[in-house]
Protein backbone atom coordinates (compact mmCIF):
# COMPACT_ATOMS: atom_id res chain seq x y z
CA UNK A 1 0.00 0.00 0.00
CA UNK A 2 0.94 3.87 -0.39
CA UNK A 3 0.28 6.69 0.74
CA UNK A 4 -0.48 9.73 -1.48
CA UNK A 5 1.29 13.08 0.57
CA UNK A 6 0.15 15.64 -2.23
CA UNK A 7 -0.93 15.16 -5.53
CA UNK A 8 -0.31 18.72 -7.91
CA UNK A 9 -2.07 19.46 -10.94
CA UNK A 10 0.59 17.19 -13.11
CA UNK A 11 0.97 13.91 -13.62
CA UNK A 12 4.70 13.54 -13.86
CA UNK A 13 5.50 10.82 -11.26
CA UNK A 14 8.47 13.13 -9.84
CA UNK A 15 5.94 15.73 -9.12
CA UNK A 16 3.77 12.84 -7.00
CA UNK A 17 4.82 13.06 -3.32
CA UNK A 18 3.87 9.29 -3.42
CA UNK A 19 6.11 7.17 -0.35
CA UNK A 20 5.93 3.00 -0.82
CA UNK A 21 4.52 1.75 2.24
CA UNK A 22 6.96 -1.40 2.21
CA UNK A 23 10.28 -0.08 2.01
CA UNK A 24 9.41 3.87 3.01
CA UNK A 25 11.22 4.79 -0.80
CA UNK A 26 10.53 7.44 -2.79
CA UNK A 27 11.85 6.16 -5.95
CA UNK A 28 8.59 5.32 -7.59
CA UNK A 29 8.07 4.87 -11.69
CA UNK A 30 4.57 5.30 -13.55
CA UNK A 31 3.66 2.28 -15.82
CA UNK A 32 0.48 1.29 -17.54
CA UNK A 33 -0.82 -0.70 -14.83
CA UNK A 34 0.12 2.34 -12.25
CA UNK A 35 3.14 3.66 -10.15
CA UNK A 36 5.66 0.86 -8.86
CA UNK A 37 8.66 1.04 -6.41
CA UNK A 38 11.94 0.33 -8.01
CA UNK A 39 13.85 -0.75 -5.28
CA UNK A 40 11.32 -3.52 -3.55
CA UNK A 41 9.17 -3.80 -7.14
CA UNK A 42 5.37 -3.70 -5.28
CA UNK A 43 2.86 -2.67 -7.50
CA UNK A 44 1.36 0.77 -5.48
CA UNK A 45 -2.37 1.01 -6.17
CA UNK A 46 -3.23 4.38 -6.43
CA UNK A 47 -4.73 5.59 -9.35
CA UNK A 48 -3.34 6.99 -12.34
CA UNK A 49 -5.48 10.35 -13.31
CA UNK A 50 -5.96 11.02 -16.74
CA UNK A 51 -5.55 14.90 -17.38
CA UNK A 52 -6.78 16.37 -21.09
CA UNK A 53 -5.36 19.13 -21.89
CA UNK A 54 -8.26 22.22 -22.26
CA UNK A 55 -8.97 23.48 -25.50
CA UNK A 56 -7.71 27.35 -24.27
CA UNK A 57 -4.74 27.45 -22.14
CA UNK A 58 -6.18 30.00 -20.00
CA UNK A 59 -8.68 28.22 -19.09
CA UNK A 60 -9.40 25.76 -16.40
CA UNK A 61 -10.84 22.29 -17.59
CA UNK A 62 -14.36 22.62 -16.14
CA UNK A 63 -14.68 26.10 -17.19
CA UNK A 64 -17.32 27.01 -19.84
CA UNK A 65 -15.97 27.18 -23.53
CA UNK A 66 -18.34 29.00 -24.99
CA UNK A 67 -21.43 31.42 -24.88
CA UNK A 68 -23.51 28.39 -24.87
CA UNK A 69 -24.21 25.01 -22.96
CA UNK A 70 -25.82 23.18 -25.70
CA UNK A 71 -22.71 21.39 -26.54
CA UNK A 72 -19.88 21.14 -28.83
CA UNK A 73 -20.64 20.35 -32.35
CA UNK A 74 -19.61 16.50 -32.26
CA UNK A 75 -22.10 16.18 -29.67
CA UNK A 76 -24.90 17.59 -31.04
CA UNK A 77 -24.16 15.17 -34.09
CA UNK A 78 -24.41 12.42 -31.75
CA UNK A 79 -28.05 12.68 -30.39
CA UNK A 80 -31.22 11.54 -31.48
CA UNK A 81 -32.49 15.17 -31.28
CA UNK A 82 -29.06 16.43 -33.22
CA UNK A 83 -31.61 18.66 -35.75
CA UNK A 84 -33.32 20.11 -33.13
CA UNK A 85 -30.40 21.16 -31.47
CA UNK A 86 -28.89 22.26 -34.35
CA UNK A 87 -32.24 24.46 -35.28
CA UNK A 88 -31.56 25.95 -31.31
CA UNK A 89 -27.96 26.43 -31.78
CA UNK A 90 -28.67 29.08 -34.64
CA UNK A 91 -30.91 30.63 -32.99
CA UNK A 92 -28.57 30.85 -29.68
CA UNK A 93 -26.16 32.59 -32.38
CA UNK A 94 -29.28 34.96 -34.21
CA UNK A 95 -29.66 36.63 -30.64
CA UNK A 96 -25.89 36.81 -29.95
CA UNK A 97 -25.86 38.61 -33.46
CA UNK A 98 -28.76 41.37 -32.56
CA UNK A 99 -26.99 41.63 -28.77
CA UNK A 100 -23.63 42.36 -30.60
CA UNK A 101 -25.93 44.96 -33.01
CA UNK A 102 -27.46 46.64 -30.22
CA UNK A 103 -23.59 47.47 -28.51
CA UNK A 104 -22.47 48.56 -31.49
CA UNK A 105 -24.95 50.64 -32.01
CA UNK A 106 -25.40 52.00 -28.49
CA UNK A 107 -21.31 52.83 -29.18
CA UNK A 108 -21.71 54.59 -32.15
CA UNK A 109 -24.71 56.59 -31.09
CA UNK A 110 -22.47 57.66 -27.60
CA UNK A 111 -19.13 58.56 -30.01
CA UNK A 112 -21.26 60.83 -32.90
CA UNK A 113 -23.12 62.75 -29.27
CA UNK A 114 -19.93 63.21 -28.15
CA UNK A 115 -18.39 64.75 -31.11
CA UNK A 116 -21.48 67.07 -32.00
CA UNK A 117 -22.12 67.84 -27.91
CA UNK A 118 -25.75 66.75 -29.01
CA UNK A 119 -28.11 66.33 -26.10
CA UNK A 120 -27.07 62.81 -24.36
CA UNK A 121 -30.92 62.58 -23.15
CA UNK A 122 -31.88 61.89 -26.41
CA UNK A 123 -29.55 58.44 -26.86
CA UNK A 124 -32.23 56.30 -25.76
CA UNK A 125 -34.71 57.80 -28.15
CA UNK A 126 -32.64 57.32 -31.17
CA UNK A 127 -31.67 53.88 -30.03
CA UNK A 128 -35.28 52.94 -29.78
CA UNK A 129 -36.13 54.24 -33.11
CA UNK A 130 -32.49 52.52 -34.48
CA UNK A 131 -34.60 49.14 -33.76
CA UNK A 132 -37.01 50.05 -35.36
CA UNK A 133 -35.45 51.51 -38.94
CA UNK A 134 -33.57 47.84 -38.53
CA UNK A 135 -36.49 46.01 -38.37
CA UNK A 136 -38.36 47.27 -41.63
CA UNK A 137 -34.83 46.93 -43.62
CA UNK A 138 -34.28 43.39 -45.54
CA UNK A 139 -31.32 41.78 -44.54
CA UNK A 140 -28.34 42.16 -46.54
CA UNK A 141 -29.06 45.81 -47.20
CA UNK A 142 -25.94 48.11 -45.95
CA UNK A 143 -28.12 49.96 -43.90
CA UNK A 144 -28.35 47.81 -41.26
CA UNK A 145 -24.64 48.46 -40.23
CA UNK A 146 -24.74 50.45 -37.34
CA UNK A 147 -22.18 52.72 -38.98
CA UNK A 148 -24.43 53.91 -41.51
CA UNK A 149 -28.04 53.82 -39.80
CA UNK A 150 -26.71 55.42 -36.70
CA UNK A 151 -26.07 58.60 -38.10
CA UNK A 152 -29.71 58.74 -40.19
CA UNK A 153 -31.01 57.78 -37.31
CA UNK A 154 -30.28 60.59 -35.27
CA UNK A 155 -30.59 63.04 -38.04
CA UNK A 156 -34.08 62.23 -38.31
CA UNK A 157 -35.00 61.82 -34.78
CA UNK A 158 -33.68 65.00 -33.94
CA UNK A 159 -35.18 67.41 -36.53
CA UNK A 160 -38.49 65.86 -35.84
CA UNK A 161 -38.09 67.20 -32.28
CA UNK A 162 -37.01 70.46 -34.28
CA UNK A 163 -33.53 70.02 -32.52
CA UNK A 164 -30.91 71.67 -34.41
CA UNK A 165 -28.69 69.43 -36.04
CA UNK A 166 -25.91 70.19 -38.89
CA UNK A 167 -25.80 67.50 -41.20
CA UNK A 168 -22.25 68.41 -43.07
CA UNK A 169 -20.49 67.91 -39.41
CA UNK A 170 -22.57 65.00 -39.04
CA UNK A 171 -21.45 63.67 -42.07
CA UNK A 172 -17.24 64.44 -41.15
CA UNK A 173 -17.98 62.32 -37.98
CA UNK A 174 -19.76 58.99 -39.66
CA UNK A 175 -18.89 56.47 -41.80
CA UNK A 176 -21.73 57.26 -44.23
CA UNK A 177 -21.20 59.01 -48.10
CA UNK A 178 -23.46 61.94 -48.63
CA UNK A 179 -24.63 60.28 -51.47
CA UNK A 180 -25.83 57.21 -49.57
CA UNK A 181 -27.53 59.86 -47.02
CA UNK A 182 -29.60 61.44 -49.42
CA UNK A 183 -30.64 58.25 -51.12
CA UNK A 184 -32.23 57.00 -47.86
CA UNK A 185 -34.11 60.51 -46.86
CA UNK A 186 -35.99 59.59 -50.06
CA UNK A 187 -37.65 56.52 -48.96
CA UNK A 188 -38.01 58.16 -44.76
CA UNK A 189 -41.66 58.03 -44.99
CA UNK A 190 -41.09 54.31 -45.26
CA UNK A 191 -39.76 54.33 -41.72
CA UNK A 192 -40.73 57.21 -40.06
CA UNK A 193 -44.21 58.44 -41.67
CA UNK A 194 -44.63 61.17 -39.45
CA UNK A 195 -41.63 63.18 -40.12
CA UNK A 196 -43.44 64.53 -43.71
CA UNK A 197 -45.69 66.15 -41.50
CA UNK A 198 -43.26 67.82 -38.90
CA UNK A 199 -42.92 71.50 -37.70
CA UNK A 200 -40.67 72.88 -40.41
CA UNK A 201 -41.23 76.16 -39.56
CA UNK A 202 -40.23 76.16 -35.88
CA UNK A 203 -36.99 74.35 -37.58
CA UNK A 204 -36.28 77.22 -39.17
CA UNK A 205 -36.33 79.78 -36.92
CA UNK A 206 -34.43 77.29 -34.89
CA UNK A 207 -31.88 77.70 -37.60
CA UNK A 208 -32.02 81.59 -37.98
CA UNK A 209 -31.97 81.65 -33.90
CA UNK A 210 -28.69 80.20 -34.07
CA UNK A 211 -26.94 82.42 -36.77
CA UNK A 212 -28.12 85.24 -35.21
CA UNK A 213 -26.61 84.00 -31.64
CA UNK A 214 -23.21 82.92 -33.53
CA UNK A 215 -22.93 86.04 -35.33
CA UNK A 216 -24.31 88.24 -32.77
CA UNK A 217 -26.73 89.93 -33.88
CA UNK A 218 -29.69 91.76 -32.68
CA UNK A 219 -33.32 90.27 -32.16
CA UNK A 220 -34.45 92.47 -35.09
CA UNK A 221 -32.62 90.30 -37.38
CA UNK A 222 -35.07 87.53 -35.77
CA UNK A 223 -38.08 88.99 -36.11
CA UNK A 224 -36.99 90.45 -39.62
CA UNK A 225 -36.35 87.21 -40.77
CA UNK A 226 -39.53 85.64 -39.29
CA UNK A 227 -41.43 87.92 -41.14
CA UNK A 228 -39.96 87.13 -44.47
CA UNK A 229 -40.05 83.46 -43.73
CA UNK A 230 -44.12 83.36 -42.97
CA UNK A 231 -44.70 85.87 -45.99
CA UNK A 232 -42.65 83.80 -48.61
CA UNK A 233 -42.98 80.46 -47.07
CA UNK A 234 -44.50 79.16 -49.98
CA UNK A 235 -42.59 80.31 -52.54
CA UNK A 236 -39.01 78.77 -50.74
CA UNK A 237 -40.20 75.73 -48.86
CA UNK A 238 -39.63 73.23 -51.72
CA UNK A 239 -36.08 72.62 -50.65
CA UNK A 240 -34.11 72.07 -47.69
CA UNK A 241 -35.11 72.89 -44.72
CA UNK A 242 -31.06 74.71 -43.99
CA UNK A 243 -31.52 75.98 -47.47
CA UNK A 244 -34.44 78.53 -46.44
CA UNK A 245 -33.02 79.64 -43.52
CA UNK A 246 -29.59 80.36 -45.10
CA UNK A 247 -32.12 82.21 -48.22
CA UNK A 248 -34.37 84.12 -45.59
CA UNK A 249 -31.06 84.75 -43.46
CA UNK A 250 -28.96 85.84 -46.70
CA UNK A 251 -31.61 88.53 -48.06
CA UNK A 252 -32.19 90.23 -44.41
CA UNK A 253 -28.48 90.60 -44.16
CA UNK A 254 -27.63 91.82 -47.55
CA UNK A 255 -30.43 94.73 -47.14
CA UNK A 256 -30.58 95.28 -43.60
CA UNK A 257 -26.87 94.81 -42.51
CA UNK A 258 -24.82 96.23 -44.42
CA UNK A 259 -22.73 98.14 -41.87
CA UNK A 260 -21.27 94.41 -40.77
CA UNK A 261 -18.55 94.36 -42.79
CA UNK A 262 -17.03 91.42 -41.48
CA UNK A 263 -20.30 89.32 -41.68
CA UNK A 264 -20.92 87.99 -45.00
CA UNK A 265 -22.92 85.53 -46.99
CA UNK A 266 -20.26 83.47 -47.78
CA UNK A 267 -20.05 83.07 -43.47
CA UNK A 268 -23.52 82.26 -43.21
CA UNK A 269 -23.64 79.46 -45.40
CA UNK A 270 -20.40 77.91 -44.18
CA UNK A 271 -22.40 77.82 -40.74
CA UNK A 272 -25.05 76.02 -42.30
CA UNK A 273 -23.18 73.57 -43.89
CA UNK A 274 -24.30 75.03 -47.51
CA UNK A 275 -22.91 76.78 -50.37
CA UNK A 276 -23.37 80.66 -51.38
CA UNK A 277 -24.13 79.39 -55.32
CA UNK A 278 -27.26 77.21 -53.58
CA UNK A 279 -28.36 80.54 -52.10
CA UNK A 280 -28.16 82.85 -54.69
CA UNK A 281 -29.83 80.16 -57.27
CA UNK A 282 -32.77 80.00 -54.57
CA UNK A 283 -32.86 83.98 -55.17
CA UNK A 284 -32.87 83.76 -58.72
CA UNK A 285 -35.43 81.31 -59.07
CA UNK A 286 -37.72 81.91 -56.09
CA UNK A 287 -37.37 85.58 -55.65
CA UNK A 288 -36.49 87.48 -59.04
CA UNK A 289 -38.22 85.17 -61.34
CA UNK A 290 -41.24 84.64 -59.11
CA UNK A 291 -41.90 87.98 -59.24
CA UNK A 292 -40.62 89.03 -62.64
CA UNK A 293 -37.57 91.20 -61.83
CA UNK A 294 -35.34 91.50 -64.93
CA UNK A 295 -31.79 92.34 -64.48
CA UNK A 296 -30.43 89.40 -62.02
CA UNK A 297 -27.03 89.59 -61.84
CA UNK A 298 -25.62 88.16 -58.68
CA UNK A 299 -26.70 87.91 -55.31
CA UNK A 300 -24.75 91.23 -53.83
CA UNK A 301 -25.49 93.28 -57.27
CA UNK A 302 -28.84 92.92 -56.64
CA UNK A 303 -28.99 93.86 -53.23
CA UNK A 304 -31.25 97.28 -54.19
CA UNK A 305 -33.67 94.82 -56.16
CA UNK A 306 -34.15 92.26 -53.41
CA UNK A 307 -34.38 94.94 -51.14
CA UNK A 308 -37.37 96.81 -52.27
CA UNK A 309 -39.06 93.41 -52.34
CA UNK A 310 -38.59 92.80 -49.08
CA UNK A 311 -39.93 96.20 -47.86
CA UNK A 312 -42.95 95.63 -49.55
CA UNK A 313 -42.93 92.28 -47.44
CA UNK A 314 -42.33 93.74 -44.26
CA UNK A 315 -45.32 96.80 -44.86
Given at each position: ?????????S??????????????????????????C???????????????KP??D???????????????????????????L??????????????????????????????????????????????????????????????????????????????????????E???????????????????????????????????????R????????????????????????????????????????????????????????????????S??????????????????????????????????????
Open positions: MATCKNVNKTNSNDLKIKCDNCSSNNIKDHEQGYVVDCGIVIESKIFEYHYEKRVQHAVLGGTTIGTRRERLRTVASSRDKLNKLHCIQDSKKLVNIKARSEIKRIFEHLHLPKSQSNLVLARFKKFRACLRPGTKYRSPEKLVPLTIYFCLKIRNMSINEQELLVSKITKKEFNAFKLQISRFMPEYAERNRKEYVLQKIMELEHFKLNMEFYYQSKTIMYRLWNVINCTKDDVIAGVVSSMVLLCFYKEREDLTVNALCSKLGIRMTIQSQVKKRIFDRFKIPNFESLVKSTDDLRKVLLKLNN
